[in-house]
């Protein structure tokens, strides 16, 4: 399948990018395994995790699960084969380092420690899972405050993490960068401390984007552009949303509401079943699948993207896989601009 640079790193990746936060959890290892080799065997070599997976439910107990998962395929497969992206927890898990920050002391620890239990030597994509000054993302841009930061010390922290990750450059544990739940004000002095003191430059940046969720498509957007970083979209199905599974009040069993998330992360609300009944009427208007017109629409957007979707099941993965050469009509995407203008933000 097609594929975009991941910034400026000198990486290649897929549009499509497997996501792994249900392996050990929903997802068993035997099931995650064939994902990965079907996801291989239809152009996806992407494969995004986190030291903090699996999720559905976060527990201390299962933490790092997805991780081993991902490292016991690689020992028994190609290394070369897969992309691997991870990431290091931001504070507030008190079950990960008694909920600590990010800091320059703790990303070797981190980085050796999913090294171990991605069984590998080398982690394409480091990525910071959220800022330490925290984010807008998840549903906080309602109340989102800034006028708490300390700007000297968000600053100072940024380019001590940073020469530690050129440490980390420079040992051959890690190959570029990334960011995640950030905001353009956070990316843009990331990339100006890189370029001061030499840190690695950031490569991407993991933030929610979706039919239903669309907070990138102006600053972010624009830093995307002119500044090469591409964007991950994960939840590009809207924890399952937009596929129509829970219209009309149902809940279908092993779905994610079934498991302990019955507002989906907050994206339940009064008005989000009627936006996904408009995308919903566009798709069969058109003949399309809703799965994959949600998807092809992340790719198509006009910054480097590549999407990051999650299958419970195989069944599900071979689904969204069928859909990854599909391109939207410009018809399509006025109406879902349509849609969208109908229906802002309805979470």
């Known amino acids: 399948m097609k594929t975009i640079p991941l910034g400026q790193s000198g990486i290649m ?33 992407f ?3 986190a030291e903090m997976y699996p999720v559905n439910p976060i ?20 290394r070369e084969d897969l992309i691997v992206a991870t990431k ?21 620890e981190v980085i050796a420690g999913s090294l171990k239990r991605l069984q590998t030597d ?14 807008y993302m998840f549903r906080q841009n309602w109340t989102y405050d800034p006028s708490g930061q300390n700007k000297a010390d968000t600053l100072a922290n940024m380019a001590e993490v940073l020469e530690a990750l050129q440490r980390e450059v420079e040992k051959g544990t890690i190959r570029a960068f990334g960011l995640s739940n950030e905001s353009a004000w956070g990316t843009s002095q990331w990339l100006r401390i890189a370029d001061e003191v030499g840190g690695p430059r950031v490569a991407s940046i993991q933030n929610e984007y979706s039919l239903l969720c669309r907070m990138f498509d102006t600053d972010l957007a624009e830093l995307s552009v002119n500044e090469d970083v591409a964007l991950l979209a994960f939840s590009p199905l809207a924890t399952g949303l937009l596929t ?3 219209q009309n009040g149902a809940v279908p069993e ?19 079943f009627d ?27 006009p910054f480097g993207c590549s999407s990051i979707f999650g299958a419970t099941t195989v069944a599900q993965l071979d689904h969204i896989l069928a859909g990854r050469d599909l391109r939207l009509s410009d018809e399509v995407l006025g109406e879902i601009n349509d849609a969208h203008r109908a229906h802002p933000m309805p979470y």
């Not at 092993?254 to 989000?272: C, D, M, T, Y």
């Open 13 to 45: 990746v897929p549009e499509f990018c497997l996501g792994s936060m249900t392996f050990g959890t929903q997802t068993s290892e035997a099931d995650a395994h064939t994902q990965i080799d079907m996801s291989i065997a239809a152009g996806v070599n």
């Open 47 to 49: 494969v995004d995790v």
């Open 59 to 78: 527990s201390a107990e299962t933490q790092g699960r997805s991780e081993e998962i991902i490292g016991s395929w690689i020992a028994k497969n190609r």
């Open 88 to 108: 290091h927890s931001g504070a507030g898990l008190k079950h990960i380092r008694d909920g600590a920050p990010i800091t320059a002391a703790s990303v070797p």
């Open 122 to 135: 080398v982690i394409d994509l480091y990525q910071l899972h959220w800022p330490n000054r925290g984010s």
């Open 244 to 246: 129509g599974k829970y």
């Open 254 to 272: 092993g779905s994610r509401k079934s498991v302990g998330s019955a507002n989906l992360g907050g994206r339940v609300s009064e008005r989000v």
């Open 275 to 301: 936006a996904v009944d408009a995308y919903l009427q566009i798709a069969q208007k058109h003949g399309l699948d809703p799965v994959h017109m949600a998807m092809a629409f992340t790719v198509q957007r």
